[in-house]
């Protein structure tokens, strides 16, 4: 069962634009949700969360929106860098911290 | 480096052998999870660990894995028998505390491949 979707397995992006990366999920009883960032050859680094009973958290130049209402969440990054090129993961999660990860999207920031 | 440690980062093995894969948690960190990760797929949970106990493993197969976090030592993920198909990147990931609102911190992973 895939309850978390990333519907977009690559995304490019120039340098300075902002990147949105969507992600949809199925179950209305997750708690949270969060998106980690993951380089090759390297273990998947959290970026940011959001609880269930929020619609946006803002960190920097991430932001998540949650629309609970769609089943659906993104991830902006506004000014885009070079070195956001990297897959990110997004992940819902239930109060008892079994998470689920979507597919992942590729994310090219071009110089 | 006080980051999850898993080792090997490669193991390679024969169809029937056995794979031992290893993760010992961030320092103070005492909740470990298990996440097996297809190519072009994401990363699906496994199992959660409390010190010498086994929480939650409805996401391990239920032959052949098996999982322990022993009071003294690292985290062991054991697969018997080895089949092409558990081939993956295995990661550990670990957390200070069990929540929702918990980040879970993530190791560099175990590639495992089946000859």
């Known amino acids: 069962d895939q309850q978390v979707k990333q519907n977009s397995p690559s995304l490019s992006v120039q340098e300075g634009r902002i990147s949105i990366l969507n992600c949809d999920y199925t179950?209305?009883?997750?708690?949270?949700f969060l998106w980690y960032k993951k380089y090759p050859a390297e273990g998947p680094t959290f970026l940011i969360s959001?609880?269930?009973?929020?619609d946006k958290n803002e960190d920097g130049r991430f932001t998540v929106f949650l629309n609970k209402s769609a089943k659906h969440l993104s991830l902006h990054i506004v000014p885009s860098q070079p070195g956001d090129s990297a897959v990110y993961f997004c992940?819902?999660?239930?109060?008892?911290?079994?998470?689920?990860f979507g597919a992942g999207t590729r994310l090219t920031v071009k110089p | 480096n006080a980051g999850v440690m898993q080792n090997p980062r490669h193991l390679v093995r024969r169809r029937g052998q056995e794979a031992r894969l290893r993760c010992s948690p961030m320092?103070?960190?005492?909740?470990v999870y298990w996440y097996r990760q297809l190519p072009e797929e994401g990363l699906k949970f496994m199992v959660y660990?409390?010190?010498?106990?086994?929480?939650?493993e409805s996401g391990m197969p239920k032959e052949r894995f098996s999982a322990e976090f022993p009071k003294e030592g690292p985290s062991i993920l054991r697969i018997q028998q080895v089949v092409r198909g558990d081939s993956a990147a295995y990661f550990c990931?670990?957390?200070?505390?069990?929540?929702?609102?918990?980040?879970?911190?993530f190791g560099d992973g175990t590639r495992l491949s089946i000859l």
């Open positions: 990931a670990s957390s200070q505390k069990h929540g929702a609102h918990q980040p879970q911190h």
């Open positions: 179950n209305s009883m997750f708690d949270y």
């Open positions: 959001i609880s269930s009973i929020k």
């Open positions: 992940a819902a999660a239930y109060l008892n911290n079994d998470m689920r």
């Open positions: 320092k103070g960190h005492s909740h």
């Open positions: 660990l409390q010190k010498e106990n086994i929480i939650d």
